[in-house]
């Protein structure tokens, strides 16, 4: 077994704003956290990993197929591999939320 604590981890700044932390890696998936500012926006991309996420504070909207869903604390989300997303920070507070990818991003360049 392995632990790792975010408080050890160093995040990326994958866009102005948008903080993410690779926390914990296994064969078949990895777990991530985020961080997104007020205003902040993670461009339109897609991925072949499934992604599933939990936000526990603040609120964030996910335009995806021409849809605007917005989740908050104690929401969860899933988005199938390779679908096109988009997100967007509209609140006044940080957004904090953990998402897990299957298969696992490897080495992730999160400017792709």
């Known amino acids: 077994m392995e632990r790792s604590s975010l408080s050890d981890l160093e995040p990326t700044e994958a866009a102005d704003g948008v903080h993410l932390t690779l926390m914990a890696g296994s064969e078949s998936m990895n777990v991530q956290h985020f961080e997104i500012e007020p205003g902040a926006v ?52 940080t957004v904090r939320g953990v998402d897990i990818f299957s298969p696992p991003r490897e080495n992730p360049n999160w400017q792709e």
């Open 42 to 93: 993670v461009e339109e991309h897609s991925h072949p990993n499934e992604q599933t996420g939990f936000i526990y504070e603040g609120e964030l909207t996910f335009l995806t197929e021409g849809e605007e869903i917005t989740c908050g604390p104690g929401d969860s989300y899933a988005i199938p591999g390779g679908q096109p997303h988009a997100a967007e920070n509209r609140s006044g507070k």
